[in-house]
C-alpha cells in the first residue's frame, strides 16, 4: 500500500464536517487556541514596518527555488555529501520509509526519537518503523500527547489543538504517569521532560524533518521551542533527515527572510527558542553519521500543475489554519488529512490526487483570509477554485456516473444559458414562469429534487416581475436622451437574481 | 533501471517545462526591500536586545568590561551553580573564584547532564527578535554543552550585537560556509502547545542568564 498525505477512513469532507460540528468540546478547544494564536500574530506581525516587502522576497524565493528546483537539488546533494552527509533519494513513502527503517536496523536499535515532522506523519513512517519492531518516539510535547493518547494530528504546528489541558493530563495520567498530575500546563510539561530525558540520553538514533535546507551550504534547519529538536538532533550517534524536495533554499543569505516569517507566523513569536542548523556529519560536534532522504511523494506532481505550483512555497507556518472560519468550526480532522485547513484544501488534493481528496477544495468559503495571512503569499483561493475545476473534470472524465452527475449536469445548464445575450433573457423569461410553485412571500427556501441541495444552506432570490436589464431596456425607450433627467430613474427595489 | 535520483530529477525536469531554457535561476526577481542595514545608534541597539532577549523571561544584566567577573559570580552564586561546564577556550578571566570549572574535553553525556550549569560565550546576537547564536567558535564550544545543563549563563559583547537579521544571518555566513553547526536561542526552552500558551522550561536549560559586556 502507498502512503499518502490523505486517510482513507475519513469520509468526505462534507460529511466529515457534520460530525465534527456536533463536537462542542472541540470546537471550544479550537476556537480558544486560535483566537489566542491570532491575537498574538497580529501583535508581531504589527511591530515589522517591512513585512510586507518580507513576504513578497519569501514569495519570490520560493518561486525561484522551484522554477530551477532541479538545479539546486543538485547543488544541495554536493553541499551535504562534502559535508560528510549521505543524501538518499525516494520517489514515495515507501521508498523513504524503507531507507530510514534500513538504517535504524543497520544500527541495531530497538527505538528512535523523533521530532516533530510534517513529512514523516505524511510518508506514516512510525507505523513503518514499528512494522520493522522499531519503536519511534515523537518527543514534541503536542506529538508526544498525541502519540500517547493514540489519536491523529488536527494542526500542523500543535497537532493536539483539539484537546484542553484537562484532556491532556487524564492522557497523561493514564500513559506516563503520575496519577496525581494536575492540568497546569507547567506541570504537564514538566511530566514530559521526566519522561523524555533518559530517553534523549541513550538515543543512538534521531529522525527530523526538515524546515530549511540550504543548498549552497548543505544546513538543514529545524525550528523549534522544547528543546526535543536540539536533542534528537545532537544527541545520537547517527540522524536521519527526511526532506520534502520543495524544503530548498538556494543560499544562506536567503534564511533572513524566512527566520523573520517563520516564527511570526507560526507561534507568533519574534523567534522560537532553539534553531538548530547543521551541515553533514562531524567527529567533534553532534552526530557522526548523518542521512538526508529528498522525498517526491507527489511533490513534483504538484510541480507540473504552473498554477498551483505555488503550494510548494508552503513553510508549514499553520496561519491560515488559525484564520480560516472553516477549520475554526470544523477542526482538524474533518479533513481527513495530515495537511488540514486551507494549505491542505490545497496540498492535500494534489500530494495524494483527486480520487482520495477531491472534496477538499470545497472546504472553503473562498473568503481569502488564508492568502492575507500566508507568510509567502500562497494565493490560496485562486488554487481552490483551479482545484475545483480540475477535481470536476477529473470526476467527469473517471466515469459515467461523473459525466450524469446532476450537479455538473445543471452547471453546465447555467453555463450555456450564461454564454450569450439571447439565451440569458430568453432563460429569465422562462425561469419567471417556471418559478411560481416554488417562490413564497419574495423568496426561495426549497429546490425541488436533485436541485434541493442548492438551497439546503441558503435561500434563494426569485426572479423579479421586471429584472434590471428589463427596467434598463425601458428606461432607455420612456426617457429621450435630451430630457432624461440629470439623476437616474429609481431602479426596481429588487434587481432581478443575476441580473 | 533508473534511480530514484534520475526519476525523481527527471520528474521534476518534466514538470518544470513551461520554464524557458534560457532562464537561470537568478533570473527569477528576488526584491530585497526589506530592511537589512540597521539605523539606530549602537547603544540603542544593545539596549533593544537586552529588552528583547528578556522578554522570553530570559535575565538579562549589563555591565561594563570590569564588572564582567562580578556579575559571573554573583549570577552563578545567585542559581547555586557550583561545579559549572565551560569550553576549554573560556577566557581565563570568566573563570572567577569559587565554583568548580569543569572543561569539556569531551563529556560524557551523562556528565553534562549531571552539572549545574554552563558557561559561553556567543558568535552574534541580534537585538530586533532578542537571539544569541552560537556557532561553535571561540568560548562556545559543542552543541550538546549548552543543551544538556539546566542552567546556561550566556555572555554577550557589545560589539557581537547588531539590530537587524540580515545583518546577523550575514555575520554568520563563515561559519555557515565552513559547515559549522550553529544553535540559535531565544529565551529558556519553551512550548505553547497547550492551548497555544506559552510555558518555560522543557528539554533544554530551563534558566538563562544573559551577561551583556557593554
Known sequence: MTTSASWPDVPAFPLAAKAALGDAQMRRNIGMATSTIREKRAGVVAEMPDWEALREAGRALKERTLRHLDEHLLTLEASVTRAGGVVHWARDGDEANAIVTRIAREKGVQEVVKVKSMATVEIELNEALEAAGITALETDLAELIVQLGRDRPSHILVPAIHRNRAEIRDIFRRTIGPETLSDEPAELAEAARRFLRERFLRAKVGVSGANFAVAETGAIAVLESEGNGRMCTTLPETLITVCGIEKLVPTWQDLEVFLQLLPRSSTAERMNPYTTLWSGAREDDGPREFHLVLLDNGRTDSLADELARQTLACIRCSACLNVCPVYERTGGHAYGSVYPGPIGAILTPQLAGMRAAGSLPFASSLCGACYEVCPVKIDIPTVLVHLRDRSNRERAAASLRGRLDPERLALKAVAKGFATRGRYERLQKLGRLGQWPVARKGTITRLPGELGGWTAARDLMPIPDQTFREWWVERERTSPRATRPASPATPPSTPGAGA | ?214
Open chain 2, 1 to 214: 533501471m533508473t534511480t530514484a535520483r534520475d526519476e525523481i530529477l527527471a520528474r521534476v525536469r518534466a514538470a518544470l517545462r513551461d520554464v524557458p531554457r534560457e532562464e537561470s535561476s537568478a533570473d527569477v526577481a528576488v526584491p530585497r526591500d526589506y530592511r537589512v542595514e540597521g539605523t539606530l545608534p549602537h547603544a540603542e541597539v544593545v539596549a533593544l536586545f537586552a529588552e528583547n532577549c528578556a522578554d522570553y523571561r530570559a535575565n538579562v544584566r549589563e555591565v561594563d568590561a570590569a564588572g564582567l567577573p562580578g556579575a559571573i559570580a554573583e549570577a552563578l552564586a545567585a542559581r547555586g551553580a557550583r561545579r559549572v561546564a565551560i569550553p576549554a577556550d573560556l577566557p581565563a578571566e570568566w573563570r572567577v573564584e569559587g565554583p568548580e570549572w569543569i572543561e569539556d574535553r569531551g563529556l560524557s553525556h551523562d556528565e553534562l547532564s549531571a552539572v549545574d550549569g554552563v558557561v559561553t560565550g556567543c558568535a552574534v546576537a541580534v537585538a530586533l527578535n532578542g537571539t544569541i547564536a552560537l556557532d561553535g567558535g571561540v568560548a562556545q564550544g559543542r552543541r550538546a554543552l549548552t543543551l544538556l545543563p539546566d542552567y546556561h549563563l550566556c555572555v554577550v559583547r557589545a560589539e557581537q550585537v547588531v539590530e537587524l537579521v540580515p545583518e546577523g544571518i550575514a555575520r554568520l555566513r563563515e561559519s555557515a560556509l565552513a559547515g559549522r553547526p550553529m544553535t540559535i536561542v531565544a529565551g529558556p526552552s519553551a512550548t505553547s502547545d497547550i492551548e497555544f500558551n506559552r510555558v518555560e522550561g522543557v528539554h533544554g536549560p530551563r534558566t538563562l542568564d544573559v551577561v551583556v559586556v557593554t
